[in-house]
Nanobody, 111 residues
Framework: QVQLVESGGGLVQPGDSLRLSCVGS????????LSWLRQAPGKGLEWVGS???????AYAGAVEGRFTVSRDNAKNTLFLQMNNLKPEDTALYYC?????RGQGTQVTVSS
């Protein structure tokens, strides 16, 4: 079955950078379109960005220019590079394939 395991979250200060990873298994990783989503405390699930099988990317307006989605098909790994982090980026971050998501990794941005 499809499994996704996120890692790389932590507590950082505003302006810092962080890179999240998501290792996928149980499917043909190189053929999958994948996404990052996040859920802030008390809020609903928010789409962050996606990458297609061919490597094309798309981003939510709130993160455009600061976040980058990439993939390493040889390692079955999806990445989310987050630069210039803001307090409003604080959330539990998930990677997702179709309707399946992992357990999430917490990102907290605070001074």
């Amino acid at each position: 079955q499809v499994q996704l395991v996120e890692s790389g979250g932590g507590l950082v200060q505003p302006g810092d950078s962080l890179r999240l990873s998501c290792v996928g298994s149980g499917f043909l990783f190189s053929l999958a379109g994948l996404s990052w989503l996040r859920q802030a405390p008390g809020k609903g699930l928010e789409w962050v960005g996606s990458i297609t099988q061919g490597g094309a990317t798309a981003y939510a307006g709130a993160v455009e220019g600061r976040f980058t989605v990439s993939r390493d098909n040889a390692k079955n790994t999806l990445f989310l590079q987050m630069n210039n982090l803001k307090p409003e980026d604080t959330a539990l971050y998930y990677c997702m394939k179709d309707t399946v998501r992992g357990q999430g990794t917490q990102v907290t941005v605070s001074s």
